[in-house]
């Protein structure tokens, strides 16, 4: 999940970037809401975090252009514990929760969680396809009850091709999703992160497809012993 925070104050930012981060998210950073409003205006993410006291435009305001654009980005609004006003003018403008500094960085976490996980379409908590359960809460995947050992970049890749199960998922939306803007990521590299995740997978069945010069897509789950049909991809 790809998430633009917006947030002045750089000690709060660089804190909240790396446990964020630590959390297998991609973290864009921005320091005032001109920029944050250039970058919601050119860039796809899942989730804003937003301080309602940024410089040179504010907070209410990027909220308020970002509703105007009719999007339906969940947004998390950072006040100061006294900003009542500030809070109430947020969830009027449309954001979707508030925290009031100062936070635990825990609760940030699971108020996250939350909102991605209703962002991508308030589904199941946990994600069947086949013998792979993935439970989006608690970022964890597992094969036949077997939890699997995914690095940040893997589990990151893996909610991608299970929310498109079954379609193609180009290089770019992957690096789109997977990376921090402005960050150089080679199609090599995701090669690299899909054949690890595919190494771990396959072996209960569940299979990652290679579109050539395209992308990727995670097939339709078949029980082993059917035929799988010909697709005309190459999963390799």
């Given at each position: 999940?790809?998430?633009?925070?917006?947030?002045?104050?750089?000690?709060?930012?660089?804190?909240?970037?790396?446990?964020?981060?630590?959390?297998?998210?991609?973290?864009?950073?921005?320091?005032?809401?001109?920029e944050a409003d250039t970058a919601l205006s050119t860039q796809e993410f899942d989730l804003l975090i937003?301080?309602?006291?940024?410089?040179?435009?504010?907070?209410?305001?990027?909220?308020?252009?970002?509703?105007?654009?009719?999007?339906?980005?969940?947004?998390?609004?950072?006040?100061?514990?006294?900003?009542?006003?500030?809070?109430?003018?947020?969830?009027?403008?449309?954001?979707?929760?508030?925290?009031?500094?100062?936070?635990?960085?825990?609760?940030?976490?699971?108020?996250?969680?939350?909102?991605?996980?209703?962002?991508?379409?308030?589904?199941?908590?946990?994600?069947?396809?086949?013998?792979?359960?993935?439970?989006?809460?608690?970022?964890?995947?597992?094969?036949?009850?077997?939890?699997?050992?995914?690095?940040?970049?893997?589990?990151?890749?893996?909610?991608?091709?299970?929310?498109?199960?079954?379609?193609?998922?180009?290089?770019?939306?992957?690096?789109?999703?997977?990376?921090?803007?402005?960050?150089?990521?080679?199609?090599?590299?995701?090669?690299?992160?899909?054949?690890?995740?595919?190494?771990?997978?396959?072996?209960?069945?569940?299979?990652?497809?290679?579109?050539?010069?395209?992308?990727?897509?995670?097939?339709?789950?078949?029980?082993?012993?059917?035929?799988?049909?010909?697709?005309?991809?190459?999963?390799?």
């Amino acid at each position: 999940m790809r998430i633009l925070l917006a947030e002045d104050d750089s000690v709060l930012a660089d804190g909240l970037t790396r446990s964020l981060r630590q959390s297998g998210y991609a973290i864009d950073c921005v320091k005032n809401g001109q920029e944050a409003d250039t970058a919601l205006s050119t860039q796809e993410f899942d989730l804003l975090i937003l301080d309602l006291g940024l410089p040179r435009l504010s907070g209410l305001e990027v909220l308020r252009r970002l509703r105007a654009r009719a999007s339906l980005l969940p947004v998390l609004i950072l006040t100061a514990a006294d900003s009542i006003e500030q809070r109430v003018n947020g969830l009027d403008l449309g954001a979707d929760d508030y925290m009031a500094k100062p936070f635990a960085l825990s609760e940030l976490e699971a108020r996250v969680r939350a909102l991605t996980r209703r962002g991508a379409g308030g589904g199941a908590a946990v994600v069947r396809h086949g013998p792979l359960a993935y439970d989006q809460v608690g970022r964890s995947a597992y094969i036949n009850d077997q939890m699997l050992d995914l690095s940040a970049r893997e589990l990151g890749l893996l909610e991608i091709l299970l929310a498109r199960a079954g379609r193609l998922v180009s290089k770019e939306q992957l690096v789109d999703h997977l990376c921090e803007w402005g960050e150089e990521v080679s199609n090599n590299a995701i090669e690299v992160y899909v054949h690890r995740l595919r190494k771990k997978i396959e072996v209960g069945g569940v299979r990652i497809a290679t579109v050539r010069g395209l992308g990727y897509c995670l097939e339709k789950f078949l029980d082993p012993g059917r035929p799988t049909p010909d697709t005309g991809v190459a999963s390799k």
